[in-house]
């Protein structure tokens, strides 16, 4: 008899814990657990198609805003009970709260997953957090930074907090050659590509990327750069480029629901992040061998634990990325192959997706065993 398991997340949206849904769901054993997924923001919908595809069964219930989404604890205990369901998941702090709540009323263990730290929440969800945090059997941490983030301000030795990093699929991100996406841009084959894949929050600090972008382009006019994504800085970014004059070289190309075309662009993922949890997308580049140049935000910094797999500089020193980037391009050829290379084995030894997968299915099963 299949384990039934729901997801609980705020939205559906294509940030990095959304799109980790689908992919973990997808490679998880069938025959084993079965998957539901409940998320509030109607708007936000992007990963739906992707999660039916994997198999998981995706309800709505609409909220615009998270006094809206606390009125629906009541909803989500009635369809806990009503599909049976063993375990809840849920993920990122509103989704936590309400959970808890409706775990509480249905009798029905929760695991949360904390995707970041808690003293980037603002007040009210760090205390709501905080004060439902007892409601639940088993937390979850994507990174050690962030597991150290939750023992700071959580001094209770329950619930466990675990840490299972996020995984790639890197079976699915593996680079082919194509140059569909440098054709489309009007990149020239021969040119040095510079990319994230990002939301636009004020934490990733991209005033910095298009900054040290400028400065790159100065020395090398042989340098592209390629922005995939979308969010609330979206208009502040464009007026920015538009100032620092980089139409030509740097290619705001929005949200995109296929991004393996655009990491085959890719030579560097440069990431200028304040704080992080792991991203996703870090992991992803790195499984199509783009070599990454970060900072070591969160457990960017647990990934990259030498300069044979990323280019690291202290949070605190963004700009000191852009010597880095211009090192690693002054590099032969082959030994910039040899470096994304490393970079690909890496993540197939370490953040696979097949051990998170494993990992979370072990924790299910002792999550209902008697």
């Known amino acids: 008899m299949a ?61 615009n805003n998270n006094a809206e989404l606390l009125l629906q604890v009541r909803k989500l205990a009635n369809y806990i009970r009503k599909h049976n369901i063993q375990i809840v998941h849920a993920h990122l702090p509103w989704a936590g709260i309400v959970a808890r ?28 957090n905080k004060l439902t945090f007892p409601w639940q059997k088993t937390v979850v941490a994507v990174s050690k930074d962030v597991a150290h983030s939750i023992k700071k301000y959580y001094k209770a030795s329950l619930p466990h907090v675990q840490v299972i990093s996020n995984g790639v699929n890197t079976e699915t991100f593996v680079k082919t050659g194509s140059q569909v996406v440098r054709t489309q841009l009007g990149i020239p084959p021969i040119a040095k590509v510079v990319g994230i894949v990002s939301v636009f929050r004020v934490q990733k600090r991209l005033y910095i990327w298009l900054e040290i972008a400028k400065k790159l382009h100065e020395h090398d006019e042989n340098l592209h750069f390629i922005v995939v994504g979308a969010g609330p800085l979206e208009q502040e970014l464009l007026q920015l480029q538009q100032q620092l004059q980089q139409k030509k070289y740097v290619h ?32 992803e580049a790195m499984s199509m061998q783009v070599f990454p140049i970060c900072t070591t935000a969160g457990g960017i910094g647990e990934v990259l634990t030498s300069s044979e797999v990323g280019f690291t500089v202290p949070t605190k020193e963004p700009y000191d990325l852009a010597p880095l980037v211009s090192q690693f391009f002054s590099l032969r050829t082959e030994r910039q192959q040899q470096l994304k290379q490393a970079a690909r084995n890496h993540v197939i030894q370490q953040n696979s997706m097949n051990t998170m ?7 299910y099963k002792e999550t209902v065993r008697p």
């Not at 409706?102 to 205390?127: D, M, Q």
């Not at 949200?255 to 560097?268: F, G, R, S």
């Not at 997968?357 to 924790?363: A, F, K, R, S």
């Open 357 to 363: 997968v494993q990992q979370l299915e072990d924790l």
């Open 101 to 128: 709540m409706a775990g509480k009323i249905a009798g029905v263990p929760v695991i949360y997953t904390e995707h970041n730290k808690w003293e980037r929440y603002n007040k009210g969800t760090f205390y709501l």
């Open 252 to 283: 705001f190309v929005g949200l995109q629901t296929e991004v393996k075309p655009y990491y085959e662009a890719m030579d560097v993922f440069m990431m200028t992040s304040e704080f992080e949890g792991l991203p996703i997308a870090l992991l």
């Open 3 to 63: 384990i039934q398991v729901l997801h609980i997340i705020k939205s559906l949206g294509r940030g990095g814990a959304e799109r980790l849904l689908p992919e973990t769901i997808a490679v998880h054993n069938a025959s084993a657990f079965k998957f539901h997924v409940i998320y509030f923001l109607p708007w936000k919908n992007q990963m739906v198609a992707d999660l039916e595809q994997a198999g998981a069964t995706v309800t709505c219930l609409p909220a």
